[in-house]
């Protein structure tokens, strides 16, 4: 379960940036990024125990998948890695976003 190891870098970010108290964490995971939200959400709670961010409430924001199509050269919203363009139908894309997994902002006290 990686979703136990993303949530301790979020932890070392977390305290990085406060001593505060934080009360809510959000977060923007791409389509693609391969995180399961349920492991994840259960291993911000566990990893967050003894933290500033004990208690917090863990927000995930979904970005979608995007590439950028050959044939008609516009960047599209692809469900799945190999999706043809939504578009023009063409089988040419070129991945440019929705693997990503970052920390957008923190509430704190």
Do not use: W
């Amino acid at each position: 379960m990686h979703e136990m190891s993303l949530c301790e870098g979020i932890r070392n970010m977390i305290e990085g940036a406060t001593d505060r108290p934080v009360t809510k964490v959000r977060v923007e995971i791409g389509k693609f990024a391969g995180v399961e939200k349920d492991a994840l959400s259960f291993a911000f709670d566990v990893v967050m125990r003894g933290s500033v961010a004990e208690g917090a409430e863990l927000i995930m924001i979904d970005l979608p998948g995007r590439a950028l199509c050959y044939d008609c050269m516009k960047e599209v919203e692809i469900d799945h890695r190999l999706d043809p363009c939504p578009d023009c139908g063409g089988g040419k894309l070129m991945p440019q976003g929705g693997d990503e997994m970052r920390i957008k902002d923190l509430e704190v006290k």
